[in-house]
C-alpha cells in the first residue's frame, strides 16, 4: 500500500510553533480576509482560516461584499487596510465571482500579501530575495520532504491549469536541486509527461484526473485538487493509484491544513517584514 503523507499532523505542530511565537509579542498580528460573494466553498475556506487564526492568537476581521460589488470598492478597502497598523496580513479569498483579481491583488501592499500572489513576491521569489511565499506552495513541499526521501536530481511534474500556481512551487523545487517542468492539465501528451516522474504534483479540480497508467511505480504523488462527489471531499488522484505510488497525500487531510498553517506564519512574518520598514 501507498504511505499516506498526513498533512494534519505536520500543520498542528505549525500552528503550536505559531502560537508559541505570538505569545512572546506585545501585540498580536492581525488578519484580514475579503469574502465577495455567497459561494459556499468560499464562506468555508474564510471560516476554517478566521477559526485557525484566533486559535493561535491572531486577530482576525472578515469584509464582505455582495458578487455584484465593483472592483473598484474592494480595492478602497484593501487600501485602507494597507494603511491600518494592526493589520498585517490582507488575503482576498479567490476566485471572484466576475472582479477584476489582477488588480485587486495589485493593490494589496505586497509586504501584507499573506497568500504571496503580488507580483513584488513573486518577484523575490524568483530572485531569492526575502519575501512572502504563497501557502500551498509550501505545504505542497513539506509533503514532499515528508516522504523523507532523497530529493537532489529527483524530477518533478506539476500538472495545474495555470502556470502561476507552478511557478513558485518550481522555483522551490529548485532550491531541493530538483528538476521541475509544469504541464498544463489539457496537455495532449500529459500522460507521456508524468508516467517517468518522480514527483507528480495535481492542481486541476478533476475527479480522477491522474490515473494508475499515468503514474511511476514507487512515486510521491500530492493531490491539491478539492472536488464534491456526493457527500465526499475527494481529490483530482484517481482510486487506483493508491497502492501503485509509494507515497500519496489524501484529500481531505493533506494540503488544506498545511495551507492553512503556513498562512498563519505569513501572517508572522509578515509583521516581521513591516517592523523592518
Known amino acids: ?3 499516506i503523507i498526513k498533512g494534519r499532523q505536520l500543520a498542528d505542530a505549525i500552528r503550536e510553533k505559531a502560537k508559541a511565537r505570538i505569545e512572546k509579542l506585545d501585540q498580536p498580528p492581525g488578519l484580514a480576509a475579503i469574502l465577495v460573494g455567497a459561494d459556499p466553498a468560499s464562506q468555508l475556506y474564510v471560516s476554517l482560516k478566521e477559526k485557525a487564526a484566533k486559535e493561535v492568537g491572531i486577530y482576525f476581521e472578515k469584509f ?21 497598523a494592526d493589520i498585517n496580513g490582507i488575503l482576498v479569498q479567490l476566485p471572484l465571482p466576475n472582479q477584476d ?21 513573486r518577484g523575490k521569489l524568483i530572485t531569492g530575495e526575502e519575501s512572502l511565499v504563497p501557502p500551498v506552495s509550501l505545504a505542497i513541499m513539506r509533503l514532499i520532504q515528508a516522504s523523507n526521501q532523497p530529493l537532489k536530481g529527483k524530477h518533478m511534474v506539476v500538472v495545474a491549469n495555470n502556470a502561476i500556481f507552478a511557478e513558485p512551487l518550481t522555483i522551490l523545487a529548485k532550491r531541493e536541486s530538483m528538476n521541475s517542468v509544469f504541464v498544463k492539465s489539457d496537455d495532449p501528451g500529459i500522460s507521456a509527461k508524468t508516467r517517468g516522474v518522480d514527483v507528480i504534483v495535481v492542481a486541476v479540480g478533476k475527479i480522477g484526473f491522474i490515473t494508475k497508467d499515468m503514474v511511476k511505480d514507487g512515486a510521491i504523488v500530492i493531490d491539491v485538487g478539492t472536488n464534491k462527489k456526493g457527500d465526499q471531499t475527494v481529490g483530482d488522484v484517481a482510486e487506483d493509484v493508491h497502492g501503485h505510488a509509494a507515497f500519496i497525500s489524501p484529500v481531505p487531510g493533506g494540503v488544506g491544513p498545511l495551507t492553512v498553517a503556513y498562512l498563519l506564519t505569513n501572517v508572522i512574518h509578515a509583521k516581521e517584514l513591516q517592523e523592518k520598514l
Not at 488588480?103 to 509586504?111: R, T
Not at 501584507?112 to 507580483?119: A, N, Q, S, Y
Request: net charge negative; hydrophobic share 40%; aromatic share 4%.
Open 1 to 3: 500500500m501507498s504511505e
Open 101 to 121: 483579481e489582477d488588480k485587486i491583488i495589485a493593490a494589496i501592499d505586497h509586504n501584507k500579501d499573506v497568500d504571496g500572489f503580488h507580483m513584488a513576491n
Open 64 to 84: 464582505e461584499f455582495e458578487a455584484d460589488a465593483k472592483t473598484k470598492t474592494i480595492i478602497e478597502k484593501i487600501r485602507e487596510l494597507n494603511k491600518r
